[in-house]
């Protein structure tokens, strides 16, 4: 038998007893629209404005840009984007690059993508190599890491001339992503033989957080 004092309260609050109604049935939880991606690549020839025109273009349709990369190459300008937004902004974002294209002269391609998913079996590492200008470098440093599995994330290069001497110097910066199973130490070390037998000077270490 129960107490008084407890019958009382289970009659007051006779509604805890319903099945259907939960705290989720009480107070609905409403999840905003799934967000979705898409990347643009644009170039243009060099002129003040156009990464105003872009940004802005993709700010009035309601994207997001979520990572970007931008410079000169040579009398064109390269941009290159990932925007994020729901389905409907991403349709706008198709609609008014054709037509900041047809207006501004400018390439524009449009390609929709997913959010690329976390790699836990791959360990992120800065590459830095500086050399005497020479025909081959990228395609002997990008061969190097995928005859090893390597997947390489980014690469930046550029020319420049020496500040003393003059002569003409390389320089190329990368992050690739190290399989878990390949031995670090092993990595390293043939990568320095490597660039030590086409007389690169290079750094290899781990990405700083």
């Not at 002129?47 to 993709?58: D, F, N, P, Q």
């Not at 290069?157 to 001497?165: D, F």
Request: hydrophobic share 40%; charged share 20%.
């Amino acid at each position: 038998m129960l107490p008084e004092n407890i019958k009382e309260l289970r009659g007051k609050y006779s509604y805890l007893k319903c099945e259907t109604n939960t705290l989720a049935s009480a107070h609905p939880v409403e999840f905003g629209p799934m967000k979705q991606h898409i990347v643009i690549s644009a170039v243009g020839s060099d002129r003040v404005g156009m990464v105003h025109e872009l940004s802005k273009a993709i700010a009035d349709c309601g994207g997001s840009i979520s990572e970007s990369r931008m410079t000169s190459l040579g009398n064109e300008f390269a941009m290159l984007l990932l925007v994020n937004g729901n389905w409907h902004t991403l349709a706008k974002l198709e609609g008014e690059f054709k037509k900041l294209a047809d207006a501004t002269g400018m390439n524009i391609q449009l390609r929709r993508t997913e959010e690329r998913s976390a790699r836990n079996d791959m360990l992120p590492y800065s590459i830095d190599v500086v050399c005497l200008d020479q025909t081959g470098i990228v395609a002997g440093l990008s061969g190097f890491f995928a005859q090893r599995g390597v997947d390489i994330a980014e690469l930046s290069t550029r020319s420049y001339a020496a500040a003393h001497t003059g002569a003409p110097m390389f320089s190329v910066q990368m992050i690739v992503n190290v399989p878990s199973r390949l031995h670090i130490g092993v990595l390293r070390e043939e990568f320095m033989d490597f660039c030590d037998h086409l007389n690169l000077d290079a750094i290899f270490e781990p990405v700083k957080s």
